[in-house]
């Protein structure tokens, strides 16, 4: 046991909790507290299953509850962190952004070197996708300058009367649906899952909710490096919400996308433009984005005619199942205008 206990909370993160306890009996930060126990710094950030318990036994805390709470190292660059599996490209695990109005409900009143070491880094917080606090209606902040990787109270302790005084807090009319929804999984509270989140894993649901909420918001085009944070929190929100209405309302955003008023002739990559190229070669090109990269391709053959060799997302297209104006007066030998009147176009084609 240290000297000087401080509460392990239960969403806080483990190597918060060891940072903290570091400060608190007078140790420079995680690096001396892992030198004097002789635990490889190391092995801790991977979740390693001996480091982590010889922490939590000096320490005095439930070594389940340590186990829970940091990030664990799996195959193919995925952490396990609270039951979930999450890719490493979907986590910041070094750094720590913060909601300043939380970290001012931690310390209390005043802030004293005591209550410095109250703050905590929220687990939920590692998560990229995460923006905004549901609680504050706050943007979450970086330190104004990076500190030691992996040391919470190193990053922030020298920031806290900034924080404390409210300088670092950046209001957003976000509400913090995916934040709120984050945070209950991370904390086991096992919420509802409707529509495509029974589907998707937690960090793909923030990726795909920011990705379909800015097709939603901004059409075919956007650019991820042009979107303000305030831009990005809301446009979470509204993926959030399609993503929770599940098949009906992803396909009503494609659906958008397809007949939004434009080139006719314009092929399915620019019409649904960015969410298009996002999820065949950009973040949702992989394996977690699966159900997703299926409904696109799926409403592709359904809304295009497209004939043989003509590309579907992945695919090159083998059969055609049915015909504009113009591939069937190509196919059937005839001027557009006849085939208008023919009524081919609706009819599903024979091959
Ligand atoms: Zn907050």
Known sequence: MFPVQVEFHRDELLVSYAGRTARANGLLGVADLFKDLEISAQAFHAGDSSAIERFASVAGIDPEQA??????AMADDQFAIAGQQVA???????????????LRADIGPELTRETATCAY?????????????????????????????FDFSHG????????????????????????????????GEDPPRPG???????????????????????????????????DGALAL????EVLSCGEQAVQSLLDALRFAIGKPQERPPGRYG????????????????APLQDHLSRH????????????????????????????????????????????????????
């Open 300 to 351: 592709i053959q359904e809304t295009w005619p497209l004939g043989p060799k003509d590309i579907c997302f992945r695919s090159q297209v083998t059969v055609r199942r049915f015909h504009s104006i113009l591939t069937a007066a190509a196919q059937y030998g005839l001027r557009p205008v006849s085939v208008r009147g023919a009524g081919v176009i609706s009819s599903p084609s024979a091959v």
């Open 237 to 240: 929100d509204a993926g959030f």
């Open 274 to 289: 960015r969410l298009h190229e996002w999820l065949l070669r950009g973040g949702g090109a992989g394996a977690e984005f």
């Open 121 to 149: 880094a929220r687990t939920a917080w590692s998560l990229t996708a995460v923006h905004s606090c549901p609680i504050h209606h706050l943007l979450l902040v970086f330190p104004p300058e990076a500190g030691t990787n």
């Open 67 to 72: 186990r829970s709470q940091t990030f664990i």
């Open 196 to 230: 495509y989140l029974a589907r998707l894993d937690i960090g793909a649901v923030g990726a795909a909710a920011e990705a379909l909420g800015l097709s939603s918001i901004h059409g075919a085009k956007w650019s991820t490096t042009d979107i303000s944070a305030e």
């Open 156 to 187: 922030w302790e020298p920031w806290l009367f900034e924080l404390f005084e409210g300088d670092l807090d950046k209001p957003t009319q976000a509400e913090g649906k995916y934040e709120a929804f984050a945070e209950a999984v991370l904390n």
């Open 88 to 102: 490493d490209k979907h986590l910041l695990r070094r750094q720590f952004r913060v909601c300043p109005a939380c």
